[in-house]
């Protein structure tokens, strides 16, 4: 079982300082950056989740994920037509795919994902989106026919939301926001850890 808390960063920096806390799983999520500065920083993030045995999942860049030696990426549903999931696979890197309605789900299964995520659960200020929050009631039924591939919830999430959210049928929960925004990002990378390892 991946860890049940997964946060994600835009910055090898937050690694660096939150890492050591105890994060496992961990993405990284760099937008409108040089290819230059998005290898070096998945270079960086790869050093120091290998030195805490945490797992690393890039968002998008495969291809980079792939030449670096990672073992995990997230791919969203825009970039799915231009990744060449089969290629992934016979190098044995693991595959999360974003979800947001029933034909997104069905795209993302037809690629034997090793996670679906689904969101967001709540109201999020991470990025404007054309979907409304999907509420918790949505895991339930994403659930139900996703079967044992572990289900994400993403956005709006805090370590209290995050109990409704395995409630419904959330196997892992991730945060953004949550942790970057807080005025003290290490004790509250402590609360989520306390929370999520008491579900």
């Known amino acids: ?70 073992s995990f990426v997230h791919i969203g549903q825009e970039d799915l037509l231009n990744c060449d999931i089969k290629k992934l696979k016979l190098n044995s890197i693991k595959i999360g795919i974003s ?20 969101g967001p659960i709540y109201p999020t200020i991470l990025k404007k989106m054309k979907w409304g929050h999907q509420g918790v009631r949505k895991l339930t039924d994403w659930k139900k026919q996703i079967g044992e591939i572990p289900l994400v919830a993403i956005g709006g999430m805090t370590p209290e939301r995050s109990l409704e959210a395995f409630d419904a049928g959330a196997d892992i929960v991730s945060a953004v926001t949550d942790i970057t925004l807080n005025e003290n990002p290490k004790n509250r990378v402590i609360k989520w850890l306390e929370t999520v390892n008491n579900v």
């Open 1 to 70: 079982m991946i860890s049940k808390f997964y946060p994600i960063f835009d910055s090898s920096l937050w690694l660096k300082k939150l890492i050591p806390g105890g994060i496992k799983f961990v993405q990284l999520r760099i937008k409108n950056q040089p290819k230059t500065k998005i290898r070096y920083e998945i270079q960086k993030a790869k050093l120091i989740c290998d030195k805490y045995d945490a797992i690393l999942v890039i968002n998008d860049y495969w291809e980079m994920a792939l030449e670096e030696n990672c």
């Open 99 to 118: 979800t947001h309605d029933q034909d997104e789900l069905e795209t993302a299964l037809s690629n034997s994902p090793d996670y679906i995520a689904l």
